[in-house]
């Protein structure tokens, strides 16, 4: 059967790997971005030359109704969807001081509702005895969870609940998986001198890197008797049990 996933978050990063390891995987593949235009579609021009199709599709999930419409737009110009990575997250910091209702909604709107309307498409237009498949990104801080970026944090806990839950719901036509990647890339705030470091401290001597995290989605999608699993790629950083987040720690 011809396959395509839907991949948010897409065009850069964490996501560009995902988008580029399917594609090789044989898969067509729907780039979706937010504000990324001109790196998704030279994303999607590579995916092209590989002999699979792509497509760049633009939403803010954050809008009430944006997920529905990017299902749809998907379905019409590449679909019918039959896979989905929920990649695309929202990670800005707060703690229980600086927390307000704002940015409490925003994490969740993009990091859990989406992704469950999302999912909800994917499983209305799926038949019963098919074969689609869900993997959800996370963050190994659900299995240690520190007090730093608490919207975050806890909109990554809500997925992992979805995970186990919908993985029973959707049986058999639908399997739903997720990925925890550790300290992947270095973010906004942190030196390379601090991301090296973070990733040098963990138990293995050394980090993930995007690829790593592109061959856990790729396992995942084709490991037919898996469901309801959480796969850890952190190389053992949920371990440390650190007391803040590794930026704090590491810079």
Request: aromatic share 6%.
């Amino acid at each position: 059967m011809d396959r395509t996933a839907l991949v948010t978050g897409g065009a850069k990063r964490i996501g560009m790997e995902i988008c580029l390891r399917l594609a090789n995987d044989g898969l067509n593949v729907a780039v979706h971005h937010r504000d990324s235009d001109s790196e998704s579609l030279t994303l999607v021009e590579e995916i092209n030359s590989m002999g699979v199709r792509a497509a760049s599709f633009q939403c803010d999930l954050s809008q009430p109704g944006g997920p529905s419409k990017l299902f749809e737009e998907c379905n019409q110009q590449i679909g019918p969807i039959t896979d989905l990575v929920n990649n695309a997250s929202l990670f800005s910091f707060d703690d229980i001081k600086s927390v307000d209702e704002e940015k409490w909604d925003l994490h969740m709107s993009v990091n859990a509702r989406a992704q469950i309307m999302l999912i909800k498409h994917l499983s209305l237009q799926t038949p019963r005895l098919s074969s689609g498949s869900v993997v959800n990104i996370l963050d190994q801080k659900i299995a240690s969870p520190n007090p730093d970026y608490l919207s975050y944090t806890a909109s990554r806990f809500a997925m992992l609940g979805m995970t186990e839950s919908l993985a029973r719901a959707l049986a058999p036509s639908i399997r739903v998986n997720s990925v925890a990647p550790g300290h992947t890339l270095p973010s906004p705030d942190q030196s390379e001198e601090g991301f090296s470091r973070a990733q040098n401290q963990s138990p293995l001597g050394f980090g993930p890197g995007p690829k790593d995290i592109a061959d856990a989605v790729s396992y995942l999608m084709h490991s037919r008797a898996v469901t309801g699993q959480v796969l850890f790629v952190d190389s053992g950083e949920r371990f440390l049990g650190r007391r803040r987040d590794v930026l704090f720690e590491t810079e």
